[in-house]
């Protein structure tokens, strides 16, 4: 399965009077001059939002092979189990004598395809990409709406404070946007290599996460510093009370 690979590269393409989205790659950040604020924060905003559509885009253009291979298989495996429970009744009956041996043979088809959809998980990459890219869209939405409030906010509201509050405000809005979405696909990726490690993959895959998130310490769990054998903790001394006056 291939996944999206964070690397900087050039912007994205025109191809055919359509946006090349092969893959999930850095986009470099518009910059030019800050006279104009609202024109900056504009275009920040359409930048944003193509970013977010490019993602989503990505996910959905993943999944049609995934949809096809996993539909392929589970019709192939449908269709084996009921070779193989036809079979034996047709020997039984005497419309195909010896055709009973031959349901192991449809049966071991069924379970190789049961098989190559566990091991490369095409019908859990096809469930992934629909529910990242669903994500990604509720996401966009309410960027849109939080920004078409800012808008009117600029507008009904000057007294809500300076320019430059207003500005900063919105960067806000868009930078938490973009770190929810940097979030969301690298969770995705995470869950992506979760499950070569659950399966036989290399060790060095499984080492090569940087992201695992730490064992939580609970009540009956050893905490990080463990004191030798037969030593006791020792406790702070403490004043003893002084007799009252």
Not at 22 to 31: A, I, M, S, V
Not at 173 to 193: C, G, I, K, N, Q
Request: charged share 25%; aromatic share 8%.
């Amino acid at each position: 399965m291939s996944q999206p690979e964070m690397q900087p590269e050039g912007p994205p393409r025109e191809k055919g009077g359509r946006r090349d989205r092969k893959d999930l790659t850095g986009r470099p950040f518009p910059l030019g001059d800050w006279g104009e604020p609202a024109d900056r924060l504009d275009a920040l905003y359409l930048w944003t939002e193509d970013g977010a559509l490019r993602a989503a885009d990505w996910y959905l253009r993943d999944r049609v092979a995934k949809r096809r291979g996993a539909r392929a298989l589970r019709l192939v495996t449908a269709a084996a189990v009921s070779v193989a429970g036809a079979l034996p009744l047709l020997d039984l009956t005497g419309a195909w004598s010896g055709g009973a041996p031959w349901g192991y043979l449809a049966l071991l088809l069924a379970a190789v395809c049961v098989g190559c959809d566990r091991y490369f998980g095409v019908t859990a990459g096809w469930m992934r990409d629909v529910a990242t890219a669903q994500a990604i869209q509720r996401r966009l939405e309410a960027l849109q709406f939080d920004w078409a409030s800012e808008s009117v906010r600029e507008v009904l509201g000057p007294a809500d404070g300076t320019a430059s509050e207003t500005a900063e405000r919105c960067l806000g809005v868009l930078r938490r946007f973009h770190e929810d979405l940097t979030e969301l696909v690298r969770s995705e990726t995470a869950d992506w290599m979760a499950e070569f490690r659950a399966g036989p993959a290399p060790h060095s895959t499984q080492t090569m996460v940087p992201w695992a998130a730490q064992r939580a310490e609970g009540p009956g769990q050893p905490g990080r510093f463990l004191l030798p054998p037969g030593r006791r903790p020792n406790m702070p001394r403490q004043r003893p009370p002084e007799p009252p006056r």
